[in-house]
């Protein structure tokens, strides 16, 4: 079976750091994405992992944990474009992507 | 146009009418994608295509069908409309090759049956 479990909604000041978990059970796992999405538009990619460690990009890294079924999106130096949705998909053995619901993450000034 | 455009933006449809949702993309990406998101949910998908030519079923493809005559166009057609499939549709497209399967959305339709 595939499921995939992250937080429904997180807070965090602006300037200050953020981490989203993502947890995730599937069979034949084939790499971790996370996806930003704001308000009425289309999911983002941001990034992908599918070696266990840290890739870091500017101010957001992911963390890949393939062991532990685990993952995490890092958000240093918030600002208030952050705010936004922020999805987890692992790819399964036939490279089709299966979602969570995503993490709403909310900035406050 | 350079991406991935969807057609219409956003429609209301009475229950029982036929709809065609359009997908298209100029990026000759081979796989392309039609997923529903709903509140409190994830992206599900609905039908899928790797190639032009082939098609196959997602996640929750009743009451949808999809073609893909071409490398470039997949659209998605509700024969019958109901108000369950009331939601946001997102058109995506990918390489698909190698390990990496990164995909790009359109903007959306967002369709509302009653």
């Known amino acids: 079976g595939q499921n995939i479990d992250q937080p429904t909604e997180m807070t965090a000041t602006e300037g200050a750091i953020v981490q989203i978990n993502c947890t995730y059970q599937t069979s034949g796992f084939n790499g971790l994405f996370w996806y930003q999405q704001h308000a009425g538009e289309a999911p983002t990619f941001l990034s992908y992992n599918v070696l266990d460690g840290l890739e870091e990009k500017g101010r957001f890294s992911s963390f890949l944990s393939r062991s532990k079924g685990y993952s995490y999106l890092l958000l240093k130096e918030l600002q208030m474009k952050d705010s936004a949705s922020y999805l987890c998909a692992d790819m399964d053995s036939n490279y089709q992507l299966i979602w969570g619901a995503g993490t709403k993450l909310i900035i406050k000034p | 146009i350079a991406g991935i455009t969807q057609a219409p933006t956003s429609q209301i449809l009475a229950a029982g009418r036929r709809m065609t949702l359009r997908c298209t993309q100029d990026m000759r990406h081979n796989a392309m994608y039609w997923y529903r998101q709903d509140l409190g949910l994830g992206l599900r998908l609905i039908h899928y295509s790797n190639t032009a030519g082939t098609t196959g079923k997602g996640e929750v493809p009743d009451g949808y069908s999809v073609s893909r005559a071409n490398t470039d166009d997949f659209p998605l057609t509700l024969a019958s409309a109901v108000p369950s499939q009331t939601s946001v549709y997102f058109c995506?497209?990918?390489?698909?090759?190698?390990?990496?399967?990164?995909?790009?959305f359109g903007p959306g339709t967002r369709l509302t049956v009653l």
């Open positions: 995506a497209s990918s390489v698909l090759a190698g390990d990496v399967n990164e995909q790009f």
